[in-house]
């Protein structure tokens, strides 16, 4: 059983796009995540969702929104697309709590053209 | 600030040897806790150990250990008997408790490769 998943693996598209990436777990987790993996492989946070209660990043430009239906997902649209927006996109998940390590799902790679 | 700092960008060991990937870490917090995940080529991020600021010994999980040496500031990872599975980057990361948003701090990341 796959804890967090994310769709698609693979996202090539155009400049000024628009796009979305979906992200399940089915830990019971209370808290989900997503970040942004440059080409250097650092890893940076975009977002944080607990209980339905969004913490956004301030650093993170308005073309970026999540999405949480309920808390078992996390989506993350992504308006005009630019070309620095190509990196790999991480959703993750932890239960609140000491230790609370955080679960990744495998990755989606945006390519923008 | 909060800060997470992995000095070695790369690094290559012979299989089967030992391997210290070193981290340090600031915060004024007392109660906080040091993370060590793993990326293979492949691409997801695997958790490998946790330690607690107040944890008296440190974490161990099956080779892997955690060298926590709380005056220096240090949380090092430690790798016994290296296989060529280990080759990976390796990140280090911190949670204090002023983050109400479980929000992890993250070094740069550490290449290892494992030459056979």
């Known amino acids: 059983d796959t804890a967090v998943s994310q769709t698609p693996k693979y996202l090539v598209t155009q400049m000024g796009n628009d796009k979305s990436i979906k992200c399940e777990q089915n830990?019971?987790?209370?808290?989900m995540y997503w970040y942004k993996q440059d080409s250097k492989k650092f890893l940076k946070i975009m977002f944080s969702?607990?209980?339905?209660?969004?913490?956004i990043n301030e650093t993170v430009p308005n073309r970026f929104s999540p999405k949480s239906p309920d808390k078992a997902h996390l989506n993350l649209h992504i308006n005009s697309l630019e070309l620095g927006d190509s990196a790999v996109y991480f959703c993750?998940?932890?239960?609140?709590?000491?230790?609370?390590?955080?679960?990744f799902g495998p990755g989606t790679r945006l390519t923008v053209t | 600030a909060q800060k997470i700092t992995q000095t070695q960008p790369g690094m290559f060991v012979q299989e089967k040897e030992a391997v210290t990937l070193d981290c340090t870490y600031d915060?004024?917090?007392?109660?906080?806790?040091l993370f060590w995940y793993k990326q293979p080529s492949s691409g997801e991020m695997i958790f490998l150990i946790y330690?607690?600021?107040?944890d008296e010994q440190n974490a161990t999980e099956g080779r892997y250990s955690l060298n926590f040496q709380k005056a220096r500031k240090s949380a090092n990872l430690v790798i016994s008997a290296s296989q060529l599975g280990d080759s990976a980057m390796y990140f280090c990361?911190?949670?204090?408790?002023?983050?109400?948003?479980?929000?992890?701090?993250w070094g740069a990341g550490t290449k290892l490769i494992i030459k056979p």
């Open positions: 330690q607690g600021s107040y």
């Open positions: 993750a998940s932890s239960q609140g709590g000491t230790p609370y390590e955080q679960y």
């Open positions: 969702y607990n209980n339905k209660e969004l913490i």
């Open positions: 915060t004024s917090d007392q109660s906080y806790g």
């Open positions: 990361a911190m949670r204090d408790s002023m983050d109400s948003n479980y929000q992890l701090i």
């Open positions: 830990l019971g987790h209370d808290t």
